[in-house]
């Protein structure tokens, strides 16, 4: 089907707000990924599922951003109380079946936190 | 640790000519997987080519081709007949079988296609 989808594509927000990113894999594809990239610098990964078990979430920088994946496929990334130093493009990826498989990138939401 | 290197921050080339771009990479494992990303102007990331570290033949695809050298931990890509489209950052990759599925980066070449 279609590729990686990503909403909202631009997200402006005040310090403190919270803010949700979703994530649409393509379909069939079971594991989802979600990094974070700074300008300039290459993707950081942040945490990724298989089906809706979030397998790894050890690139999560804080306790303020939380993943879910409730139903194996839509997923949300939350970061609560944002600050300034979130502001970056954040990029959902999805791949088949997990291990050595291609990850396929999504356009990414770039947040901005004034 | 396992990291990835690109020390070219920019590189320019003429249309019609050839480049390559500079990956190495460090990681104490011997299964991994290489891929180089495409990030042209409208920040999308597109796979251009991916390399099974087992596989001794070099990956092609079309005008890209990648010359990985195991021993020395080196994956450079090679950019045949540059179209004016290849003006993007490009980033190297790689996954190794204990990472969990995590891609580690480099910190991207921006080339340049020049008419």
């Known amino acids: 089907g279609a590729g990686v989808s990503q909403s909202p594509r631009y997200k402006v927000t005040k310090r403190g707000q919270d803010v949700a990113l979703r994530c649409d894999p393509i379909?069939?594809?079971?594991?989802l990924y979600w990094y974070r990239q700074a300008l300039g610098q290459g993707p950081e990964f942040l945490t990724y599922?298989?089906?809706?078990?979030?397998?790894?979430k050890s690139g999560l920088p804080n306790d303020r951003f939380s993943a879910e994946r409730p139903e194996g496929s839509i997923s949300t990334l939350t970061i609560q109380r944002t600050e300034q130093r979130d502001s970056a493009m954040y990029r959902c990826?999805?791949?088949?079946?997990?291990?050595?498989?291609?990850?396929?990138f999504g356009p990414g939401t770039r947040l901005l936190v004034l | 640790a396992q990291t990835v290197t690109q020390s070219q921050p920019e590189m320019s080339v003429q249309e019609a000519e050839t480049v390559t771009l500079s990956c190495t990479y460090d990681?104490?494992?011997?299964?991994?997987?290489l891929f180089w990303y495409k990030q042209p102007p409208s920040r999308q990331m597109i796979l251009v080519i991916r390399?099974?570290?087992?596989?001794?033949q070099n990956a092609t695809e079309n005008r890209f081709s990648v010359n990985f050298q195991k021993a020395a931990k080196s994956f450079s890509l090679k950019i045949s007949d540059s179209q004016l489209g290849d003006t993007a950052m490009y980033f190297c990759?790689?996954?190794?079988?204990?990472?969990?599925?995590?891609?580690?980066f480099g910190e991207g070449t921006q080339l340049t296609v020049n008419p």
């Open positions: 990681t104490s494992e011997n299964n991994y997987y």
């Open positions: 379909s069939g594809h079971v594991s």
């Open positions: 599922f298989n089906y809706e078990a979030q397998q790894d």
């Open positions: 990826a999805s791949s088949l079946v997990g291990r050595q498989e291609t990850q396929y």
């Open positions: 990759a790689f996954m190794t079988e204990t990472s969990g599925s995590r891609l580690t």
């Open positions: 390399q099974e570290a087992y596989k001794q």
